[in-house]
């Protein structure tokens, strides 16, 4: 008896063991707790490149850490949200199926609002959060306007850019009005993702920002009343532009990747991603013709961070911290800004770096069709999360279907 009544107390202490937070500032015992973890890192899957970088860095993290990393590619971080939802609604404080989460915007936003992440503040603790840009990139710190609090690493930043084939459209459209004009003149040449894909819904925030009567008001939480004064310049374009677009607005790709094929195959004139060096890189890789080139509208273009969070119940916390502060090293961060490898630029003051590091970035190729920093326009700041959701239901409401 004696015996099963110690067995089940070291369970029970086990369990508590593993449900404690580790603490970053002692990150030697969080190396030890690390090793022999396995990490399930929910992030996008979308894209071959980003999942072969994740791919090595989890080679790398088992080497050097003993800790296992497996990529559960999803199409949206929503999934995950919701995932992490329900695992808290049926009573799991522990042992959760997500460990590490790619995330930003209304999804962190929705996973702070309901105390759904890791109970203390730990990213900006982590030994490379020392080279984070704080100053320079003021969004590693807020999160379409919802302060990080340290709830979330940053991983990458990002910036919407767009591209035109040279060898078919010399002069692209560099405003909202621009563009609706040259759409008429030239039906079927362009389209966007279709909402929520994160990309199409960055197309609309993009919009809205250029026509809206008075951007200011879409950082703070959307009203009813604001959403019908700020967005009616929005619709008028949109139902102006609908019936000019690629497949006459009764079809739209399904994500980037989709958009892309259809520049390189010569349907399209115009595509755009949410990374600078993103047809650099497609070129490099044989997905886009030598003559694509970057543009970014007149009136700059949305841009923010994008991060990597643990949800309250992860299994492997500590693995999920080192692999966090892994992707923030600088060897990490100069990989992946290699538009051959990825092409994300960095969150890091590379100025700050050693110089070794600094000469990492400075070897790098940035690609003939990556805009120099000083030529990437101004940055426009996210709207508040409450407009992409509300954005994205009154597309589909209007949009989704065909209509």
Known sequence: MLRIVIAVLGLIFATLAQAETPDPANWQAVLEEAKGETVYFHAWGGEPRINDYIAWAGAELEERHGVKVVHVKVADAAEVVAKVIAEKA??????????????????????????????RPWARQLPNYAYVDEAGKPTVLSDFTVPTDGL????????????????????????????????????????????????????????LYELAPDPSVLQAPVSEAAFEDETKPLFAFLDELSPHLWRSGRAYPQNYGAMRRLLADGEVDISFAFNPADASSAIANGELP????????????????????IPFNATAKAGAMVLADFF???????????PEI??????????????????????????????????????????????????????????????
């Open 152 to 207: 979330e690493a940053p991983w990458g930043m990002a910036k919407l850019v767009f591209f035109h084939d040279t060898a078919r459209l010399a002069d692209p459209p560099r405003s909202m009005e621009a563009l609706l004009r040259w759409a008429k003149a030239n039906p079927g040449r362009f389209t966007y993702p279709q909402p929520p894909d994160f990309l199409g819904s960055t197309f609309l925030k993009q919009a």
């Open 342 to 403: 990825w092409g994300d630029p960095t969150v890091l003051d590379i100025e700050a770096l050693p110089r070794e590091d600094r000469a990492r970035f400075a070897a790098l190729d940035l690609g003939i069709a990556t805009l120099p920093p000083e030529e990437l326009g101004k940055a426009l700041p996210e709207p508040h999360p409450s407009w992409m959701e509300r954005l994205e239901k009154e597309w589909a409401r209007r949009y989704g279907a065909g209509q």
């Open 290 to 309: 030598q003559t694509v080139r970057s543009f970014v509208p007149e009136a700059g273009s949305i841009a923010n961070t994008h991060f990597v969070a």
């Open 328 to 338: 923030m090293s600088p060897e990490a961060q100069a990989r992946k800004q290699d």
């Open 90 to 119: 049926a009573g799991r404080e522990a042992g959760g199926a997500v460990d590490l989460v790619w995330i930003n915007g209304e999804n962190f936003a929705a996973l702070k609002r309901a105390g759904l992440l890791l109970d």
